[in-house]
DNA sequence: CCTTGTTAGTTACAAAAACAACTAATACGT
DNA sequence: ACGTATTAGTTGTTTTTGTAACTAACAAGG
C-alpha cells in the first residue's frame, strides 16, 4: 500500500480541528439552535452586539471576520425573530446600527451563561495550563 | 451592556476551533481542491484508501465518522475521475470494495506528502511538547 | 455639479451539506 | 420457505453556504 511512517489522519492537524471543531460545536448547537432556531452566524451576531454593544453589519463583519453576505441573513433572521432593529445611520444612510430588544437581550443573557457553562464543561477535562495552552495554540493557528 | 469578567468569543473554545479549523482547512484546501478538483469528503475517501487499503463505503464511513451519504456522493465522484474502482463483493452483493487506480494512487501518494509537509508548518510554530499537547487535547475533545 | 470610484448592504444564482425516503440484498425467526 | 427486520448504498428534496452581481449612498477630483 504505501510503506512506512505512522502519519495518520489521526495525526494531521487539520483533521483533528476539524472533528474537535465539529464536535464542541455540535455539542453547543442545541442551546442556540434547538431553544432558539438560531443558525450558528446568528448566534455570533447576537454575541456581539450582546457583549459588545450596538454595532453595524460591517463591524460585526470586521470583528468576528465573518463575510457580509452571511451576516446580512443573519441580521434579517434575528430581525424577523425580533431579537434585533435596524435604525438607519442619519449620517451616513447606507449604514444601520443594529440594537437588541429586549428579547434578543434575554436570549443574549441567557446563551452568554451557557456559552460560559459550556466552555467551563470543555474545559474541566483539562489542566488550567493545558488548557491555557490549548486555547493560545488554537488562536495562534487561526491568526495565520 | 453586561458587567462583567472577561468571557468573549475569542476565549470561547467551540469559536477558537472552528476559526482555527476553518484556517487550516482553507489551507489545505488548495492541494485537493485546485489540483485535483476535489472536495474535503473525497480527500478523505482517497486519504483512507491510499493509506489503509483497499475497504467498502461503510468502513470508510465508520472509521472517518462520515454520514453514508457523503461517502457514497464521494465515491460516485472519485470513480468518475478515475480514481477508484468499485468491486461488489460476491459474498455480499449488497457492499463493493473501492480500489485505487493508478491515478487514484498516484493522487494519493502526491497529497499524502503534502498533508505530512502541511501538518509540519503548522507545527512549526509550537515546540514538539506544545505540538503534542495540541493534538492530545483535540483528538479529546474530538472523542467527546 | 458631474463623472468616477468606493462602500454598506442586499439579492440572485450556483455549489454543497443535511435530512429523509428509497432500493436491493442479506439475516433471522418461525 | 416465508414474512419481517436490517443493512449497504443511492437518490431526491430541502437548507445552508459561497460567489457574483446589484442597488443605494457617499467621497473625491475636476
Not at 465539529?22 to 450582546?50: C, I, N, P
Not at 451616513?92 to 456559552?115: I, P, V
Not at 489542566?127 to 487561526?142: D, I, M, P, T, W
Request: charged content about 25%; aromatic content about 10%; glycine content about 6%.
Amino acid at each position: 500500500m504505501h510503506n512506512d511512517d505512522s502519519f495518520d489522519l489521526q495525526g494531521f492537524l487539520p483533521y483533528l480541528l476539524a472533528q474537535a471543531a465539529e464536535t464542541a460545536s455540535a455539542g453547543f448547537q442545541r442551546h442556540y439552535k434547538d431553544r432558539y432556531g438560531m443558525l450558528r452566524t446568528e448566534w455570533r451576531v447576537l454575541f456581539h452586539l450582546g457583549r459588545y454593544g450596538p454595532m453595524t453589519a460591517k463591524d460585526i463583519g470586521a470583528r468576528a471576520r465573518v463575510h457580509k453576505t452571511k451576516i446580512s441573513r443573519a441580521v434579517a433572521a434575528l430581525e424577523t425573530k425580533r431579537f434585533l432593529t435596524r435604525n438607519v445611520v442619519t449620517r451616513d444612510r447606507r449604514q444601520a446600527k443594529l440594537d437588541l430588544t429586549k428579547n434578543g437581550q434575554a436570549a443574549f443573557d441567557d446563551l452568554y451563561k451557557a456559552a460560559q457553562a459550556f466552555d467551563a464543561q470543555l474545559m474541566a477535562g483539562f489542566s488550567r495550563q493545558e488548557g491555557a495552552a490549548l486555547k493560545r495554540c488554537l488562536a495562534a493557528l487561526a491568526a495565520q
